[in-house]
Each structure stands twice: as C-alpha cells, then as structure tokens.
C-alpha cells in the first residue's frame, strides 16, 4: 500500500522567502507524481506534474524535482509572497488513482 | 471549455439517511475519480470510472456506490449516512486511465448530523 508523507505540516515565513515543501513516498512503482495547492474549503488545484521519468518540473516561481529510486519530491517556491498562503499536497499515482499526503500548511507574513 | 463542475457546493443530512453527489467532467475527459478528504486529512480515493464501468475501488463500504453516464458525467451515491461521512467530496476527470493530469472539482461539502 503506497504511503504519502509529507513534512513539515506548516510553515510559516516572511514575504520574500523562499519555500521548500519535501514529500516522500514508499512504492517507487509510480507513473507520475503531482503537486496540487488547496485554499480554504475549495477544491484542489494542480501545480506541476512530473512523470516517472522525468527530474524536475518548472513552472514561472515554482520547480519540483522527483527522485523515484528514492521515493522523494521537493517543491520549491522562489520569492514567497502573501498570495501563496494555501495547502500544498502532493500525490502519487500508481494504476489508476492517486494516494495523497496530509499536506503542508503555508503562511506567508507581509 | 469548462472544468470540473459538482453540486451541490455544499449539504446537511442526518444519520441513517442517503445522498447523492453530482459531478460533470472536464470537456472530451472519459475517466471520473471520486475522493473523501476529511477535515486537516489528504483526500482518500474511493473510486473510479471509466467509459461508464467501474475501473477500481478504494478502502470504502459498499454503501458508497457510484455511477458514469454516457456523457461522461458522474454520481456518488452514499446510503445509510454516519457521522463520519462528514467530509469534502472531490471528483476529478482525466483524458485516459493512466499518465495525464487529474482536474479536480470545488468539491461538495457534506455535514452529518
């Protein structure tokens, strides 16, 4: 059974900093693996996806890299900003659904 | 092109009774997935369909069933509500079973009482 994990729960930082968000998961037998950002009581937005055979993502502020054989993503965030305050999750998809983590928290301080 | 629609936004039901959530894919998306998150959890899939079949299931009772029509839209039906079926209900579409990007919906806030 695929296990999601995601650390730290929250983060708080000053406007400006830069974010890393770490996932890491226990079946490496994966297709591809996504980030997703959730805003209070909304749905979930994707962010970047990476196939299994790829490293890395980019996508404006925000790069994603995936190490498979060792069951890692990081998802960075350049120059927060208040604006990004929201849920990150990531998830990986192994046949035909994802299994999520908990998610990351973000506050961005102005 | 619209996205993922569901309805209703959001639902209180009391124990014991049943519901049925309402989901439209994305345009030309033939795959549906259904997902409970929990307050403060990930979301936990519960399944998926394919072309109007089911095409895998998650760790959920058979209480909770579901249906895909020929346009492709979607039902999550959930019979005998407890309260822990208090939850956000997700739908996501997708171009193909395996390798594409998953669009989700606002979701549907359900209440439990």
């Known amino acids: 059974k695929q296990e999601v994990t995601q650390i730290p729960a929250a983060l708080s930082v000053p406007e400006g900093e830069n974010l890393v968000l770490n996932c890491s998961f226990t079946?490496?037998?994966?297709?591809?693996l996504q980030w997703f950002r959730q805003d209070p009581g909304k749905g979930l937005t994707s962010l970047l996806l990476?196939?299994?055979?790829?490293r890395e993502q980019t996508s404006g502020r925000l790069n994603a890299s995936l190490d498979k054989s060792s069951g890692r993503s990081t998802l960075y965030i350049a120059a927060s900003q208040p604006g990004d305050s929201a849920t990150y999750l990531c998830?990986?998809?192994?046949?035909?659904?994802?299994?999520f983590g908990a998610g990351t928290t973000v506050t961005v301080r102005a | 092109e619209t996205g993922v629609t569901q309805s209703p936004t959001h639902l209180i039901k009391t124990r014991g009774q049943q519901v049925t959530l309402r989901c439209s894919s994305q345009?030309?998306?033939?795959?549906v997935s259904w997902y409970q998150q929990a307050l403060g959890q990930g979301p936990q899939f519960i399944f998926q369909?394919?072309?109007?079949?089911?095409?895998g299931r998650g760790n959920f009772p058979p209480r909770f069933s579901g249906l895909q029509f020929p346009n492709y839209s979607s039902e999550l039906n959930v019979n005998a509500l407890e309260l822990d079926d208090s939850a956000l209900y997700l739908c996501?579409?997708?171009?193909?079973?395996?390798?594409?990007?998953?669009?989700f919906g606002p979701g549907t806030r359900l209440l439990v009482l």
């Open positions: 079946d490496s037998a994966i297709y591809n």
């Open positions: 345009s030309g998306h033939n795959t």
């Open positions: 998830a990986v998809k192994n046949d035909y659904k994802l299994s």
């Open positions: 990476i196939q299994s055979s790829q």
């Open positions: 996501a579409s997708s171009l193909d079973l395996i390798g594409e990007t998953q669009y």
């Open positions: 369909y394919y072309r109007e079949e089911e095409n």
